[in-house]
């Protein structure tokens, strides 16, 4: 499959996974805020790597995935039904922690700033 292709088909997938999740009643991935950081496509359009983040930490997403992988065959056929995929590649969850270190480095600039700031002013 021509590389363009995986990527618009990866982006596909990963907008239907986040409304998917959405939906799903399991209280280890409904009680969460997640995010699908990145699908990762093989080259045959067989297997998906689902990258998968939690605002609390990489402890609660360990936790979603869990849900997740419970509910694999679930989300696969929605994901199938709703993209109409000639051939629906099987997920793999894996939990990712970036957003957590987004939010750290959020942090250390926001305070890095107000640092800034206050001597700027003396």
Do not use: Q, W
């Amino acid at each position: 499959m021509a590389g363009y292709r995986i990527d618009r088909v990866s982006e596909d997938i990963k907008r239907e996974l986040a409304a998917i999740i959405r939906e799903l009643k399991d209280p280890r991935v409904r009680d969460v805020m997640l995010t699908v950081v990145n699908v990762e496509i093989s080259s045959d359009a067989s297997f998906a790597k689902v990258y998968v983040s939690a605002i609390e930490g990489i402890e609660t997403a360990k936790l979603a995935v869990k849900g997740l992988t419970c509910a694999t065959g679930f989300i696969r056929r929605e994901v199938g039904k709703r993209l109409h995929l000639r051939k629906t590649p099987e997920l793999k969850f894996i939990a990712d922690d970036s957003i957590e270190k987004g939010m750290d480095i959020t942090r250390a600039l926001g305070n890095m700033v107000i640092t800034d700031v206050e001597e700027d002013e003396e």
